[in-house]
């Protein structure tokens, strides 16, 4: 969904922002949130997603990102991302990490880490408890 045509949207349920650079992560994961209900916005970088998060300004309440993005991990993602965004809650999805990675992914505010591939009732249990936090 572009910027333009989310402004249309009429929000019952919190708004979730996928970021991942690959349109095969996004599209699954996408369809499974869509079809429970929740609201998805899909964007490909860090410079998408901060223009989304300021158009919304802080309507959107879930990231869920990939580990890595554009060579950025997910705790520099984390931290770049814009000030009004501090209420955002984050689940991250991985290959694979290593336990440095995990802790550097928890020490910078993620809620939850799904390992791929996410299986559909796996996600819906991750949002619906990172939401409740």
Known sequence: MNITAS???????????ILSSGAKINSPMQRA???F?????????????????RSFNG????LITDSSINGKSAPEII???????QTLKVIVVSEEVSPRER???????VIELIHKPVEK????????RTIKT
């Open 79 to 85: 931290a770049s991302l814009p000030k009004s965004s």
């Open 59 to 62: 309507g959107i309440r879930l």
């Open 7 to 17: 402004k249309s949207f009429r929000v019952q349920k919190e708004i979730i922002m």
């Open 33 to 35: 949130l869509e079809a």
């Open 103 to 109: 802790h550097d992914i928890f020490t910078a505010g």
């Open 37 to 53: 209900g929740y609201p998805v916005l899909t964007v490909e970088n860090q410079d998408q997603a901060d223009a989304m998060l």
């Open 121 to 128: 009732e796996e996600l819906l249990q991750a949002v619906r």
